[in-house]
């Protein structure tokens, strides 16, 4: 079982910068590959980024590319999400998520365990 408990959300305004930070415990944090996913109030959760179990591979959604930044600290069993040059449509509540693979996953069927999200807000 893997706990991960998601913090660094916050309000901003559009072209400022935010870091999400999820701290996991419980098991080898190096044998999971992490998620980052956000959703808005009615819509389907979608994936922002993943990186592999030892930091080598990442993946980013086409609107986040070149703005954002997936990193890990396995030492400090964190992920971390760099938001650079927000804008208001990405305002929605960040949720971290493991899968049970060192390989990175780009769906939400592919995470097994979730943190409760942290929100996101962008002024214009």
């Known amino acids: 079982q893997v706990q991960l408990v998601e913090s660094g959300g916050g309000l901003v305004q559009a072209g400022g910068s935010l870091r999400l930070s999820c701290a996991a415990s419980?098991?080898?944090?190096?044998?999971?590959?992490m998620g980052w996913f956000r959703q808005a109030p009615g819509k389907e959760r979608e994936f922002v980024a993943g990186?592999?179990?030892?930091?080598?591979?990442?993946y980013y959604a086409d609107s986040v590319k070149g703005r954002f930044t997936i990193s890990r600290d396995n030492a400090k069993n964190t992920v971390y999400l760099q938001m650079n040059s927000l804008k208001p449509e990405d305002a929605d509540n960040y949720y971290c998520a493991a899968r049970d693979s060192i390989r990175v996953g780009t769906d939400t069927h592919e995470y097994n365990y979730w943190g409760q999200g942290t929100q996101v807000s962008v002024s214009s």
């Open positions: 419980g098991r080898t944090f190096s044998h999971y590959a």
């Open positions: 990186i592999s179990g030892r930091g080598g591979t990442a």
